[in-house]
């Protein structure tokens, strides 16, 4: 489809782009003004062309059911912290209800410079494909896609493939996701963007990769058959690029917020140095004690420190370059480094990590007992590399864990793993597993919590002949409507 582009106004480029699969229809829509003036933001749009889309029938696996990518009006405005983040959207696999994710990168700044507020996606393909939109050219097209399971070998067959044909990677931004989606219902969708700043094997820049992890949306992305939605778009360039109503004004605002961020920050969280694992010496503090420790038993230990975001910026995280996710960033908690994989096919291997973020930080490190800062890096790449979200992953394994201290669990049940606290070999080979359906175990583990849950009874009733224990794994079975708890523990 060719489309014609308008400039941007007050932030909008006033445009849906919709695309069935099942059809091939593809159209470039008007965005009604009273939606766009009243649901300000992604997530708010996003929630409601979302609601106009479903009816209380519609499954996530349904091809009527959604995946749609929204930015706010602020997207891709570089005199503001944190622009660059998008919202994926769609009937969540993991939950059966909506689910909202957002993401950083380049997605949705390119998306408004090619021209589009909101991308939505319904129908399904019958083969594995592309979605390219092309803002230089202004063209849309749906085109045949190899199948290639895992995100970074995804990612480098892109990169390779525009470039080839004449684009420079800074005007790409695209999204993918991986194996590890297919086979469970928390697949992560990865929005890879080009740092121009790094540096690998003697050359400058490579793509780095922010997610949108939560809710599953990933595995509503690989069941429509889309291995990835590519954007190619140009910086917009003028007096006033993204048609804001007073751009003077619009630039103070973003100058003192920015000020605000240069200022707090290094008194602060240091995030400019240690990423969001900074948090992780903030909640192990005795008078907080908010951080996950051993499947949220208790809220701080000693060992934090081992994991924590000071020692990922003195000893992992490469402080070259600029480290935000988007130009203009003063935040620039966008954190990574080298580590060698210990486990799967590229064992041996020294790989670029994106993260540890957080939740991810901890998800894998003191919440699982595990305290080794590698460890958690490596468990990071694989979830990314498999397209699985890392806090769901890392708080079913928590939960596992917890079954196995309680003998609610053998090594009999898990096919011979011994998912013990701090069991970091253990760990990475059951998200192998998880990634690809191994296992029983592993297969129950990836369909969520709730379902996994209902197995270990049945396995723990099946080997005792005790009364169903289901009441009692409830208690640490740590979730919500099917969700696992995010990574603070708020017993307070």
């Avoid at 960033?329 to 020294?350: D, H, I, M, P």
């Amino acid at each position: 489809m060719k489309y014609t582009r308008s400039s941007l106004t007050r932030g909008y480029a006033n445009r849906i782009l919709t695309i069935d699969l099942h059809n091939g229809a593809i159209d470039a829509k008007i965005l009604d003004p009273h939606a766009r003036d009243y649901f300000v933001g992604g997530r708010a749009l996003g929630l409601y062309l979302l609601y106009g889309r479903v009816t209380p029938d519609t499954s996530p696996y349904g091809p009527e059911n959604p995946l749609i990518f929204s930015p706010g009006p602020l997207a891709g405005v570089p005199n503001f912290p944190g622009t660059s983040k998008c919202m994926a959207l769609s009937m969540s696999p993991h939950t059966g209800i909506a689910g909202v994710s957002n993401f950083g990168g380049h997605f949705g700044a390119h998306m408004k410079f090619a021209g589009f507020d909101v991308i939505e996606i319904t129908g399904k393909s019958d083969k594995d494909v592309f979605i390219v939109i092309d803002g230089i050219k202004n063209e849309v097209a749906i085109i045949e896609a190899p199948k290639i399971e895992h995100v970074f070998d995804l990612e480098k067959f892109i990169a390779d493939k525009f470039t080839q044909e004449g684009y420079n990677k800074k005007n790409m931004a695209f999204v993918t996701t991986g194996i590890g989606a297919a086979s469970t219902t928390f697949g992560c969708i990865n929005s890879h963007y080009f740092d121009p700043t790094k540096t690998a094997d003697g050359q400058k820049g490579f793509f780095r990769t922010k997610q949108a992890g939560r809710t599953g949306l990933g595995s509503v992305m690989v069941d429509k058959k889309i291995r990835s939605v590519i954007i190619m778009a140009e910086y917009p360039h003028g007096e006033n690029p993204y048609g804001a109503a007073d751009w003077e004004k619009a630039k103070r605002a973003g100058s003192r917020l920015s000020k605000v961020v240069r200022e707090v920050d290094p008194v602060s969280l240091k995030m400019h140095r240690k990423g969001s694992a900074g948090l992780i010496s903030f909640m192990n503090k005795e008078n907080y004690r908010s951080l996950p420790v051993t499947n949220y038993q208790f809220g701080s230990d000693p060992r934090a420190e081992q994991i924590s975001g000071k020692f990922y910026a003195e000893n992992i995280f490469d402080h070259r370059g600029m480290d935000g996710c988007y130009p203009g960033c003063s935040l620039r908690c966008t954190k990574g480094g080298w580590v060698t994989l210990s486990a799967g096919e590229q064992k041996g291997t020294k790989v670029w990590v994106d993260g540890p973020e957080y939740e991810t930080a901890c998800g894998f490190g003191s919440n699982l007992g595990i305290w080794n800062a590698e460890a958690v890096m490596e468990a990071n790449w694989h979830c990314d590399n498999f397209g699985i979200d890392t806090i769901t992953a890392a708080v079913i394994i928590a939960f596992l864990m917890e079954c196995f201290q309680r003998d609610y669990l053998t090594e009999d049940d898990t096919g011979g793993l011994k998912l013990t606290w701090g069991n970091e070999k253990a760990m990475l080979s059951f998200l192998h597993q998880i990634s690809s359906g191994e296992t029983e175990c592993a297969r129950e583990a990836g369909k969520g919590m709730l379902s996994l849950l209902n197995w270990v009874s049945r396995m723990y009733v099946k080997r005792t002949g005790q009364e169903n224990p289901k009441k009692e794994l409830m208690k640490f079975a740590m979730q919500v409507k099917g969700l696992p708890f995010s990574l603070y523990r708020t017993h307070r």
